[in-house]
C-alpha cells in the first residue's frame, strides 16, 4: 500500500514539474515544451509574401516571439535593404533565404529547416557581393546554426527561384575550363563579383586588390595576372589598363571585365600566346577608376545617358583634369639646357586645389609600381591619342605637341589602331572617321587642348608611357552592341599589352652584383630618361634604330653603350650596367630623380587611399582619422535601431 502511495506521489511530482527552458527555435522543432504549443500561421511579412508555402510559426528561428517583433528587428531591416545595398546582387535569393530563417515552413504544427547545402552554395557566390561593401556575413545566415541537412528533412527555400541561384551560370566557370563570358553591363557589386571569381578560379596567376577608394567608399578594384601575384619580379614590366575615368564612359570597363575573364579562361586552356603574355608581364586592370560616376550615369540606363550626366565624380571633379599640371612645367623648363624634363616634382601649389581621392590613389599607385606601359579607355569617339596633351602654346587650342619620345608614341597608337577592324578602315562616313587620313591616332594636343590630364602626368612624373583609347561614339551603348566592342577591341588589347616588350632592359648594379635603385637610363638625342627600380632594373620603350645608352647614378661612374635595334625585334633587348663606385661626390653631379620629388613635404606620401572620404575628408599628416573606428557607408540605413543597432554586420578589424 506504501509503495502505491509512493509511486502515484512520483507522478504527480512529474505533472506539476516544470518544463525545461527551450533554446531558440527548439519549441517550434518539437525538441522541447514550454506548455504553450506553437502552431502554423499565415504568413504576414511584406517582404516574404513571394516565398513557396504560405505557413510560419512563432517563435521562430531566431526565438522571435511574433510578427510584430521581427518586422522591428535589425535582422528583417537589413533583408529588406539588401537588394539596394547589393545592388541586386545575389537577390532575390538572399531574401528569400532571410525569409526561411525568419519566418521558417510550417506543415502540421511543426517547423521545417532550410537546407544547408542551399545556404552554403549561396554564401560561396555571394559573399564577394559583402566584401565588395565591407560588410560581414549576417550572423542569421550561419549555415551550421539554422540550417539543416537533408538526413534531417529541410526544404529548399530556392527551389521555384529559376531552378538555380542567379550566378550559378559563373559558377559553372569554375568547373568548366571554356571562354564562356556574358557581354552585359555590370553594376559596381557584380563587377566586382566577376574580378574576385575570375581571380579565384586563376588563382595561382590572378588576385583581386584596391588601390583605394571612391569619395562614396566604393573599393577600386584591380585584377592583376602575373606568375607570382602580388609581387613585382625583377626585369618582368609592369603594365596597366584603367576604365571608367569617366563614369559615363562605359565600353572601357565592359571590356576589362571581358578581358580579364578572357586571359584566365585561355590561360588555363593552354593558349600559348596568352600564356607567354602572362608569364613575361605583370598586368594590371582597373576597370572602373569612377565607380561613383557610374553608378549615376547608369540610373539614366543604356543608349539614354546623355553626354555628361555621371561623367565628373561624386564631388563634381573631371579626373582627366585633376592631375598635376606638369606640362606646362615642362615647356618653362625647355630653354634651361640642363634642366630635367622627366620625374618633376608635383608643385606644392596642386595641393591647395581640389584633389580627388581616386586622383591621390592612382598616383600613389603609379609610384608604388614601376608601370612601364599603360592606357586609358575612354568613349565619346573612335580613335588614339598620345602625348602631350596640353599645347606647348597656351593660346592654340590644337597645336601639335610632341614629346620627345613621340616616334615611340606614334608606335603605341599605331599598335593599337592598326590591330583594330574599324579605326584602320579607310572609310570616312563612320564614327571617327575624321580622323582616317591620320591612320586613326592624333597627338592629344592637335586633337584639343587641356590641361591636368593623367597620360601626361604617367609620362613626365614616372616612367610610364601612356595612351588614351577613343572606344566609340556612344559612351553608354545598349548591352547588344557590347559583343561587337569585345570583338573590334580584343586583339588590339592585346598586341598593346605585348608592346611593354619593345626597346630594352636590363639591370644596373655595382662591381659586387648590388642592384642600384634610382639610377638614370639615359637615351643620347631623345631628353627623357628612365629610372631603376627597387631591384635595379629597368625598362626603356624604344622604336627599332640604333642608340646610345648610358647609365649614372650619384656617387657612381658614368658607363655608355652602342645599342642596335633591328625592325623586326619583337622583345626587348638585354642592356645591363655596372657601374664603378666614386670615391667622391661630383660636385657638378645633377641630384637623382626622387630626391627632387621627395625632398619637400608631400601630401601624397601621408595620403590614406583606403579610408572613407564621404564622411569626412581627412586631413593630411597629424590627426587623420584611424580607419577602424569608423563605420561603413551603409550604416545609416540602421540609425533608427538605437542601441539595436547590427553590430554583426561590422566587420572584426
Known sequence: MLLKLLLLLGALLRVTEPAPRCEPGQETLGQCQTGEKAKCVDITLGSCSDVPYTKTMYPNLLDQKSREVVEFSSEYILMSVLHNLLQGECNPDLRLLSCSILAPQCEKDKMIKPCRHVCENLRKNCLPAFDTIDMAWPYFLDCDRFFAGEEEGCFDPLAKLRGEPEIAEEDLLVQVPTTLIQFTHHSYSKMVSILKKTASRCSHIARTYSIGRSFEGRDLFVIEFSTNPGHHDPMKPEFKYIGNMHGNEVVGKELLIYLAQYLCSEYLLGNPRIQTLINNTRIHLLPSLNPDGYELAAEEGAGYNSWINGRQTAQNLDLNRNFPDLTFEVYNRAGLRWARLDHIPIPQSYWEGKVAPETKAVMKWMRTIPFVLSASLHGGELVVTYPYDFSRHPLEEKMFSPTPDEKMFRLLAKAYAGAHPVISDKSEARCGGNFVKRGGIINGAQWYSFTGGMADFNYLHTNCF?????????????????????????????????????????????????????????????????????????????????????????????????????????????????????????????????????????????????????????REGRGQPTRHNEKPWWWSYFSSLGQHKPLWLLKQR
Open 466 to 618: 601612356e595612351i588614351t583609347l577613343e572606344l566609340g561614339c556612344e559612351k553608354f551603348p545598349l548591352e547588344e552592341e557590347l559583343y561587337s566592342a569585345w570583338h573590334e577591341n580584343k586583339e588590339s588589347l592585346l598586341t598593346f599589352m605585348e608592346m611593354v616588350h619593345r626597346g630594352i632592359k636590363g639591370i644596373v648594379s655595382d662591381k659586387f652584383g648590388n642592384p642600384i635603385k634610382n639610377a638614370r637610363i639615359s637615351v643620347k638625342g631623345i631628353r627623357h630618361d628612365v629610372i631603376t627600380a627597387a631591384d635595379g632594373d629597368y625598362w626603356r620603350l624604344l622604336p627599332p634604330g640604333r642608340y646610345i645608352i648610358s647609365a649614372h647614378a650619384i656617387g657612381y661612374s658614368k658607363v655608355m653603350k652602342r645599342v642596335t635595334l633591328p625592325a623586326r625585334m619583337k622583345r626587348a633587348g638585354r642592356v645591363d650596367f655596372v657601374l664603378r663606385s666614386l670615391d667622391t661626390k661630383p660636385k657638378n653631379f645633377l641630384r637623382g630623380p626622387m630626391e627632387n620629388i621627395y625632398e619637400q613635404y608631400d601630401p601624397l606620401e601621408h595620403f590614406d587611399p583606403h579610408a572613407q572620404h564621404a564622411q569626412s575628408e581627412p
